[in-house]
């Protein structure tokens, strides 16, 4: 049996280099994948992003990240690195992504996908102001992640 995959990238399109996850689709969706690949462009989902996983067997997230990091820069993180993250009280408009995702393992854990990894891409604080268009770095690190994400689909 075929494992279901899905790639979902996350961000706005209006904040400049925040587009950086729906961006990364767009260069996946010109590309022949295997059958069991879904792409999903999730805007900013939020709690939602559980019923985006629910369902699949293997998963990654793409998004943008301020890390502090050379913008462009491209990082994998695997399903590990949320078993050190704590949950703090807050509401479910204020959780992050690692907070999400670490939710739906404690409460949905035979929904989610037992193989999940995150692509993210560092950009810079001043990239991400409404109306920009993604800048160089970006694009640079667009194309470098949707090369990492088909190399692994390939392999």
Known sequence: MTKKTVII???SSLRGDDAIGPAVLKILKEKTLPENIRLIDAGLPGIGLLDLLAG???AVLVDAVLNGGPAGEVLEFDLSALEDHKLRPVSL???DLAEVLALGYLLRREEMPQQLSFIGITVNPDALSPGLPL???AQAGTARAAALITGRLAG
Do not use: F, N, R, T
Request: proline residues 0%; aromatic residues 8%; negative net charge.
């Open 56 to 58: 699949y067997d293997s």
């Open 135 to 137: 800048s160089a770095a």
């Open 93 to 95: 408009h204020d959780l």
């Open 9 to 11: 990238g996350c961000g």
